[in-house]
Nanobody, 122 residues
């Protein structure tokens, strides 16, 4: 069982940066692939970024590639999403997710956090 708690969301202006954090419980965090997803009002949840259990591989949605960076600190049981050059279309609730996997995964996540709101004004 893994519990995930996101933080770091807020209201920013276009072009600003934010860093989201996701703190995980459990002693086997390092065995989990981690991902970030987002859901805007009236839209389906979409994949944003993912990272392998050891941080050795990452994968991004085309819409955030070059602007967002996912990273993890297994000693702190935490995964991060650094978001730069934010756009109004990045406005959404951001969720982190965990899945026991040896590779980077973009679907089939098992555990989810409660989400943190990111709002980007123009």
């Amino acid at each position: 069982q893994v519990q995930l708690v996101e933080s770091g969301g807020g209201l920013v202006q276009a072009g600003d940066s934010l860093r989201l954090s996701c703190a995980a419980s459990g002693r086997t965090f390092s065995s989990y692939a981690m991902g970030w997803f987002r859901q805007a009002p009236g839209q389906e949840r979409e994949f944003v970024a993912a990272i392998r259990w050891n941080g050795g591989s990452t994968y991004y949605a085309d819409s955030v590639k070059g602007r967002f960076t996912i990273s993890r600190d297994n000693a702190k049981n935490t995964v991060y999403l650094q978001m730069n050059s934010l756009k109004p279309e990045d406005t959404a609730v951001y969720y982190c997710a965990a899945k026991q996997a040896a590779v980077v995964v973009t679907t089939g996540y098992t555990y989810w956090g409660q989400g943190t709101q990111v709002t980007v004004s123009s």
